[in-house]
Nanobody
Framework: QVQLVQSGGGLVQPGGSLRLSCVTSRRTFSMYAMGWYRQAPGKQRELVAT???????QYEDSVKGRFTISIDVAVNTMDLQMNSLKPEDTAVYYCHADPVQEGSPDYWGQGTQVTVSS
């Protein structure tokens, strides 16, 4: 099975930066579609960014140019660098691993709070 352990997050002023990290089990990036989600109060959980086959990344329109995914396969980590943060970015952020092969469960990180003060 895959374990996803998140770190980072916290309180930041508008315009500031935060970096989230997701440490995963071995071979995660070849066996699962990895991405970041977030959920704000009263809202459905939404996709923020996801790794694409071929090495690209798909970002939600509202975070394009501000958020960047990076991976380090050697240590099984996926980071989300968040710059120019806005109050509307406030949410609980989750690392996610979706199995490519049907019949296997997906996995979620424990979630980390990102709060951008007004």
């Amino acid at each position: 099975q895959v374990q996803l352990v998140q770190s980072g997050g916290g309180l930041v002023q508008p315009g500031g930066s935060l970096r989230l990290s997701c440490v995963t089990s071995r071979r995660t990036f070849s066996m699962y579609a990895m991405g970041w989600y977030r959920q704000a109060p009263g809202k459905q959980r939404e996709l923020v960014a996801t790794l694409l086959r071929g090495g690209g990344v798909q970002y939600e329109d509202s975070v394009k140019g501000r958020f960047t995914i990076s991976i380090d396969v050697a240590v099984n980590t996926m980071d989300l660098q968040m710059n120019s943060l806005k109050p509307e970015d406030t949410a609980v952020y989750y690392c996610h691993a979706d199995p490519v092969q049907e019949g296997s469960p997906d996995y979620w990180g424990q979630g980390t709070q990102v709060t951008v003060s007004s």
